[in-house]
Each structure stands twice: as structure tokens, then as C-alpha cells.
């Protein structure tokens, strides 16, 4: 008799399966917060390297218009300075950020007036290097609000020679 009470009360316990869902629960817990923070940063880092990648192929785009004929490309009351900067921000708005935002300068890229605005139109700049930057605050291309990119700047740059002949190296 003693023997069946015994085994009674085994079969009465919680089977072991039971405690194997109470084991995976809580291993679910501990990982799905952690992979949640991953895929999270993983979009987030994503997003900053695709407005990078824009804002190099806007930067490009403008040093190429500094070497063009953008004589017949300005409008009467805008100076080529004006037209690359605005150019390259639409180029950034077109491309799905936040253009407006974007600060893009232009200047000299070396010799004694290195980091000195560069002037497109002035004939004395014909043949220099000029340097294009863009800088986008990082608030603008953010997906979540995040505050350890808070106050940080995208920046891209290209140096290319420009051209106030347009576009002919002869005069």
C-alpha cells in the first residue's frame, strides 16, 4: 500500500515539460530585449551611414557643377555660390533628407587663403582648388531619439578645381 501512495504522488507532481515552458519564458525575457536593442541600433547606425553616403554624392555632384559652364545654368539675380549651395540641397531633399537643414560652404582648399570663402565668379580663383562641405545635424537624419548622437554633425567634403572660364581650360 505504502508503494502505491508513492507512486500516486509521483504522478501528482508537475510534469517536466511544465517547468521546460517556465525555463524558455524566461530565457525569452532575457534575450528578446537585448536582440530588440541590436536590430534597433542596427537601423538607427543604417540610417546615419545612408544620409553619409547622400551627403558624399551630394558633395561630388557640387564639385562637379564648380568645374561646369554654369554661366548659362544661374539665374540673373543669383551667383554661382548660391546656385552650388542651392543645388546640392536639393540634391539632399531629393534624396529624402532634410535638405533645408543641410549647411554647405565653400572655400579655398589650399594655399595661403585656405578655409577663406572661395568666390566661383571671381576670375582670380580660375584654376584653384576649391573645397565643397556639407555638415547635416544628425537630429535631422535620426530614426529614433536617441540622445548619445544628439548634437553630433554628418559631414562630407570634396576638393575639386574649379573653373570661372566654364568649363574650358583655355581662354
Not at 105 to 112: E, S, V, W
Request: overall charge positive.
Amino acid at each position: 500500500m505504502k508503494m502505491m501512495t508513492a507512486m500516486r504522488r509521483r504522478r501528482t507532481t508537475v510534469p517536466a515539460h511544465h517547468n521546460r515552458k517556465a525555463a524558455a519564458m524566461m530565457e525569452c525575457a532575457i534575450t528578446l530585449p537585448v536582440l530588440v536593442i541590436l536590430v534597433l541600433g542596427v537601423l538607427e547606425i543604417g540610417s546615419g551611414l545612408r544620409a553619409s553616403t547622400i551627403l558624399q554624392s551630394a558633395c561630388r555632384e557640387a564639385g562637379r557643377l564648380t568645374a561646369m559652364d554654369w554661366r548659362y545654368i544661374i539665374h540673373d539675380n543669383q551667383t554661382p555660390n548660391q546656385k552650388v549651395a542651392q543645388d546640392l540641397k536639393n540634391f539632399v531633399s531629393a534624396a529624402g533628407l532634410r535638405g533645408n537643414n543641410a549647411t554647405v560652404t565653400i572655400t579655398h582648399a589650399d594655399g595661403d587663403n585656405a578655409g577663406q570663402t572661395f568666390d566661383l565668379a571671381d576670375p582670380d580663383n580660375d584654376l584653384q582648388f576649391v573645397r565643397v562641405e556639407v555638415t547635416l545635424p544628425y537630429s535631422s537624419v535620426s530614426v529614433f531619439p536617441l540622445t548619445y548622437l544628439a548634437g553630433k554633425t554628418l559631414k562630407a567634403s570634396v576638393v575639386m578645381r574649379a573653373t570661372t572660364k566654364g568649363g574650358s581650360l583655355s581662354n
